[in-house]
């Protein structure tokens, strides 16, 4: 069974940097993975995507702040957080497609002075 592991979620100060990582257990290879996030009382909204060959998508809310990558050898994916504003506050989650789709458990990542 294949699990996804978050991790590197926490408190940050407005402005400031986090990056969060998503672990895969197993040895599946993955077609696309995904970053999404929900904040208290709004829809779940896609962040960013990269894709197996590496191409890489952002919402325009975060484009130029957030990196999205991943590590073919350690099968896990990154998020690189940058100039974090309080309006970027919600869970996060990762999500993984091969033949099946997997999701994280969410990691919370809040921005307040």
């Known amino acids: 069974q294949v699990q996804l592991v978050e991790s590197g979620g926490g408190l940050v100060q407005p402005g400031g940097s986090l990056r969060l990582s998503c672990a895969a257990s197993?040895?599946?290879?993955?077609?696309?993975w995904n970053w999404y996030r929900q904040a208290p009382g709004k829809q779940r909204e896609l962040v960013a995507t990269?894709?197996?060959?590496?191409?890489?998508i952002y919402a325009d809310s975060v484009k130029g702040r957030f990196t999205i990558s991943k590590d073919n050898a350690k099968n896990t994916m990154y998020l690189q957080m940058n100039s974090l504003k309080p309006e970027d506050t919600a869970v996060y989650y990762c999500?993984?497609?091969?033949?099946?789709?997997?999701w994280g458990q969410g990691t919370q990542v809040t921005v307040s002075s």
């Open positions: 999500y993984a497609k091969a033949r099946n789709a997997y």
């Open positions: 197993g040895s599946i290879q993955f077609i696309y």
């Open positions: 990269i894709m197996d060959g590496g191409n890489t």
